[in-house]
């Protein structure tokens, strides 16, 4: 009997297949065991040394090799289209070991305007200590000014952006980019490999956040960086060994359970959110909605259900927020569940200026992750809350 259940077809496989594989055993076990230990021991001193001469392929310690993460990591490689991934503790750890695998002391970085508050606060306060300073510029600029490109070491972008949610032609960044010798990354986290391949248009690095869509469940904080075997060759051998930022093995394993389900709950959220979002544009109180449709740009096939709209000056954000009764006030977004966060609670923040202050983002803006529930009854919800913060 045929215990291995990982796919050898040569006919093409959707990713929602690719992602159904699971994990080849003697058992015929379709889920990968959690290999929930700090070390694996060996059988001998030769066996040893081996290992350490890189002779044979056995994990030593979980800070660099894990086999539940590497089962996460081989999944998700296949799903972004690229040669092998990382996968981080942590969304921003992602961020800053892509970011941190190119860039030297001195080194010049442009970054897409309304990037995620965190990767902001990494350029603004950790990177500067380097030397590596950061220029921000509008999608417009980046796609249709090549002169900004001079002297760049690395290109950091999202598409479509936080919070805004503008989109960002990555193939002409992408043109220019190579022009000027310069290495290109991108947030994809809102995209997901369902709607976005930023690597086959030539991104260098693909960077995720997982513990949004690819986990899917809001129970695991996780990222992953992915690109080509060049890429990411200062990715695996420098920044995951040596920042001790390694993901652990129960969340890998949460991770390949989010890879299962991330096509179909990706149709499920982006059919959500453009009727809310449609719903919202025809309503009295909504000033202007943000949302990224499929076609927004060359490289965007699909929608996701992240959108953020702006209440009118009729309506007030406080009494909006306290009125819901399905939909949730939270920070982050991509679970199972609805969550808002209204920006002007983000411009409180005591610590230091953030992002939504550098770019001017309305404080009447309100971001809001459209989950799984039924579409209907969430937009019942979000009526009655506008119907209750009307001034």
């Not at 890189?54 to 998700?76: K, M």
């Not at 904080?221 to 060759?233: I, L, N, P």
């Not at 096509?263 to 025809?282: P, W």
Request: glycine share 6%.
């Amino acid at each position: 009997m045929n215990t291995d259940c990982r796919s050898t077809t040569d006919l093409p496989i959707s990713l929602a297949t690719a992602m159904a594989e699971c994990y080849p055993n003697e058992m015929g076990s379709p889920v990968p065991p959690i290999y929930q230990t700090s070390l694996f021991t060996f059988k001998s001193y030769d066996e040893l040394v081996s290992r350490f001469r890189e002779e044979i392929d056995h994990p030593f310690y979980s800070r660099i090799d894990n086999p539940t993460v590497r089962e996460f990591e081989r999944l998700f490689a296949k799903a972004e289209g690229a040669d092998c991934a990382a996968g981080f503790a942590s969304g921003i750890a992602a961020v800053a070991g892509a970011i941190l695998s190119v860039v030297k002391q001195s080194d010049r970085i442009i970054c897409v305007r309304n990037i995620y508050p965190d990767t902001y606060r990494l350029l603004e306060r950790v990177m500067t200590a380097f030397g590596v300073t950061t220029t921000y510029h509008s999608a417009a600029e980046l796609e249709n000014n090549p002169s900004i490109y001079d002297g760049v070491k690395l290109v950091v972008l999202e598409s479509p952006v936080s919070v805004t949610f503008d989109v960002v032609d990555i193939t002409k960044v992408v043109a220019h980019a190579k022009a000027h010798g310069a290495k290109t990354m991108i947030d994809n986290s809102w995209a997901t490999p369902v709607n976005q391949l930023p690597l086959r248009h030539g991104i260098d690095l693909v960077v995720h956040s997982a513990s949004k869509y690819i986990s899917g469940h809001s129970d695991t904080v996780a990222g992953v960086v992915s690109g080509s075997h060049a890429a990411m060759q200062t990715v695996i051998n420098t920044i995951v060994p040596l920042f001790g930022a390694k993901l652990g093995p129960l969340d890998a394993w949460l991770l390949v359970r989010g890879l299962r389900t991330l096509d179909l709950r990706m149709e499920r959220h982006g059919k959500s959110a453009a009727l809310i979002a449609e719903r919202l544009a025809n309503h009295a109180l909504i000033q202007k909605v943000n949302f990224a449709k499929a076609g927004s740009t060359p490289t965007l096939h699909g929608s996701s259900g992240l959108l953020s709209f702006e209440l009118s000056e009729k309506g007030d954000i406080r009494s909006f927020c306290n009125a819901f009764e399905i939909v949730r006030l939270g920070v982050s977004w991509g679970g199972f569940e609805t969550i808002m966060f209204p920006t002007k609670a983000g411009l409180q923040q005591k610590s230091e200026r953030n992002s939504l202050d550098e770019f001017g983002v309305s404080e009447n803006l309100v971001r809001l992750s459209v989950g799984l529930e039924n579409v209907e009854e969430l937009w019942a919800d979000i009526a009655q809350a506008l119907s209750k913060s009307r001034l």
